[in-house]
């Protein structure tokens, strides 16, 4: 059976049961001719809801052409009102319930629970509630017993829409326009860490093949692309073979830079996920061989999205083992085999008895955002977020609240790296006719009002000396530093495919390696604080260069724009060492220092003709004397390493340059930093 992803998360179940046919009579129409044409859309609406969702989409437009010449016929209204129920737009279905209902009572044995549904999803909580429990009332001992679970749940999401109603979050929603949306449905956002690059799925005519699938009669799904420089998202394209295929292939989750992606195929297994890695400005055919063992079974597997360093994935299944339903699932890469391991369910925190879906960890490392039927949900899917603690463990889920929640179902939600906008798929009459995307916009709590006090009511008659300041709101930010920019030869500015290894260097330890892009050289890393990091950027016939980072926990989001030219191996070739740490006016290599001189030894090793000089220097605080003696000694103290992991002492040569060398100004703190530094130059080659 082939699934699309849409069909695939939003398949919910109202116990609609069968219903009688509509029948019409002659001394209802006005003419034969009317009665004829009704007659024959009747039959043609009657075909398609046999079908059953499927074919919901094709009776509701046949329904309502009869609709109009009949508006108070009460199976006809009823009929509407399940297509409705099983369509984009089910908050319409409650006035076609209510015209049934009020018409004929008794025309369907579940009108009540529906009518109650309708209300329920157009927030009318209150009425919703109202006939929840006038349709328990109905029911036998045994439906009671049957029932009565999904009815309080109901019931109860009802009380949880009333309290998140009355404290909504300060949002714009924005529809992301028509560069990315159309009257097809656009849904399944995916977004890097920067908000660069978008990556969604829609139902398109310029679907790759031009097929349609039998199941709706919809076009495939397909993969699209949008690029935003700045000034907007640009005209959404078609990525085309081999991301597209003849038949549905739908988007499910991007890393943070935008170079591996996982999509969903629903021709194996009832839905499968697989990778795909972007080579240059070519994506590499997806592939399902590191899922295999593991994390595909002949269960559902849907929704799935990387950690920040691409060690930790996380992923939907409904898998045996959970706690009902689908589940959030987390598995490690297993570098040695090339695959991903055996997964682990996240827990009972996390994961309810209900469904859970779309699933989305920040590039921070610690927020998860999903989906969830369980929770406080205020009915269908809600979104929420949890954070993970320094222990591990999760903290409670948080709904997001209203208005990004809503009644109806609330999926395929992502994060910008910043915090300040969310990305998902909802219908709106305001939209262009589907699914489209929006961009939400968080705006933080509202800024408190200043009350004044008698004394600054007299402040017009005469001055005082009270001044009352209101207080500062602050919008809170990930936990972030995003690192991006481009890499190049420092001789040509040709692009450069290079290796950057990102280390912890107080456990020195490396937390990812990632590329550049080889067609554009663009990088992106995800640095989530309280660490200090090392970047190492290397590529074959080039010296390396270094970076660090040193990020307090408390620091907000930041970007970090850093372009990098590569040098070519020769002599007279300078590489500062900025992964070197003394303590202050000593020149004892501290051990955050290892990682970085391991990389020098591993270059010497592989140019075992190279002679180098190490150097160091200095700012210009304290005496030229003090300086030229701690400079020279913190060279030799690196040298001393070099030579105890195996470098011989002919290749190395070492000098202190104190002040005299300067690269950045010393009358800021910032340029002192600068120039407090080691280096390496090439003697010989």
């Known amino acids: 059976m082939k699934t699309t992803l849409i069909i695939a998360l939003f398949l919910l179940v109202y116990n609609v049961v069968f219903t009688q046919e509509v029948v019409i009579k002659k001394e209802d129409f006005s003419s034969k001719d009317d009665f004829k044409i009704a007659k024959e859309y009747l039959q043609k609406a009657d075909e398609y809801y046999a079908l059953g969702r499927g074919g919901m989409r094709q009776a509701l437009d046949f329904y309502l052409k009869v609709h109009q010449y009949i508006p108070n016929h009460p199976m006809l209204n009823y009929k509407i009102g399940v297509c409705y129920l099983k369509s984009i737009q089910k908050v319409k279905c409650l006035e076609y319930f209510k015209k049934a209902y009020s018409i004929n009572p008794t025309i369907q044995p579940d009108i009540v629970w529906l009518l109650a549904t309708g209300y329920h999803l157009n927030a009318e909580f209150d009425k919703a509630i109202e006939f929840y429990t006038k349709y328990r009332n109905m029911l036998s001992p045994s439906d009671l017993q049957q029932k009565r679970k999904e009815i309080d749940k109901r019931i109860q999401e009802c009380n949880n829409g009333k309290e998140l109603i009355k404290n909504p979050i300060r949002v714009f929603i924005d529809n992301l326009g028509p560069n990315v949306n159309t009257i097809y449905p656009e849904y399944s956002p995916l977004i890097s860490a920067d908000e660069s690059v978008l990556m969604f799925t829609s139902r398109r005519p310029d679907t790759y093949g031009g097929g349609s699938d039998p199941e709706d009669n919809m076009f495939f799904e397909d993969i699209y692309v949008s690029y935003n420089d700045g000034n907007g998202w640009s005209v959404a394209k078609n990525v085309g073979k081999p991301l597209n295929t003849k038949n549905n292939d739908a988007t499910v989750g991007l890393s943070p830079d935008g170079t591996q992606l996982f999509t969903f195929n629903g021709k194996v297994n009832n839905g499968d996920i697989f990778v795909s890695t972007l080579k240059g400005s070519e994506w590499t055919a997806p592939d399902d061989a590191p899922m295999k063992k593991y994390i595909n079974t002949e269960h559902h597997e849907t929704s799935a999205s990387f950690s920040f360093d691409g060690k930790i994935m996380y992923f939907i299944s409904d898998r045996p083992g959970g706690f009902g339903g689908h589940d959030i699932w987390m598995s490690r890469w297993e570098s040695d085999k090339k ?184 990088y992106l890393v995800s640095l989530p604080s309280g660490r200090n990091y090392g970047i190492a950027v290397k590529a074959e016939g080039y010296l390396f260069h270094s970076e660090n980072f040193d990020i307090p926990a408390a620091t907000g989001y930041q970007e970090v724009v850093k372009d990098i030219l590569l040098n070519k191996l020769a002599v007279g070739q300078k590489v500062i060492l900025r992964n070197i740490f003394f303590d202050y006016g000593k020149s004892t290599l501290r051990p955050e220092s290892y990682a970085e001189l391991d990389r020098l030894v591993q270059l010497l090793k592989d140019f075992p003709n190279m002679r180098i000089e190490i150097s160091g220097h200095t700012d210009n605080r304290s005496s030229l004397q003090f300086n030229q003696k701690l400079s020279e000694s913190r060279a030799k103290a690196v040298v001393d390493y070099l030579i105890s992991k195996g470098i011989a002492a002919s290749r190395l040569e070492y000098k202190g340059y104190a002040f005299l060398q300067p690269i950045a100004t010393n009358d800021t703190e910032e340029g002192r930093q600068q120039n407090r530094r080691v280096e390496f130059k090439v003697l010989q080659n």
């Open 339 to 522: 695959r991903w391991g055996e997964p682990r369910n996240l827990g009972s925190v996390i994961n309810t008895e209900y469904d859970e879906e779309g699933v989305f960890m920040h590039p921070d490392g610690r927020t998860l955002y999903f989906s969830s039927r369980g929770h406080n949900t205020m009915g269908g899917f809600d979104v929420f977020k949890a954070t993970m603690n320094d222990d591990g463990t999760w903290s409670k889920p948080e709904n997001l609240g209203y208005p990004v929640n809503t009644p109806d179902d609330d999926l395929f939600f992502v994060m910008s790296a910043s915090g300040k906008h969310g990305y998902y798929s909802s219908s709106s009459d305001n939209g262009y006719g589907d699914y489209d995307i929006y961009m939400i916009t968080f705006r933080g709590p509202e800024k408190p009002p200043v009350l004044h006090n008698e004394d600054n009511l007299l402040a017009n008659v005469a001055p005082v000396g009270e001044s009352v300041v209101a207080e500062k709101v602050e919008i809170k930010t990930m936990r972030l530093t995003i690192l991006k920019g481009t890499i190049k030869d420092g001789l040509t500015g040709n692009p450069v495919e290079a290796q950057i290894e990102i280390v912890d260097n107080t456990k020195n330890e490396v937390i990812s390696v990632s590329s550049s892009n080889s067609s554009t050289g663009k």
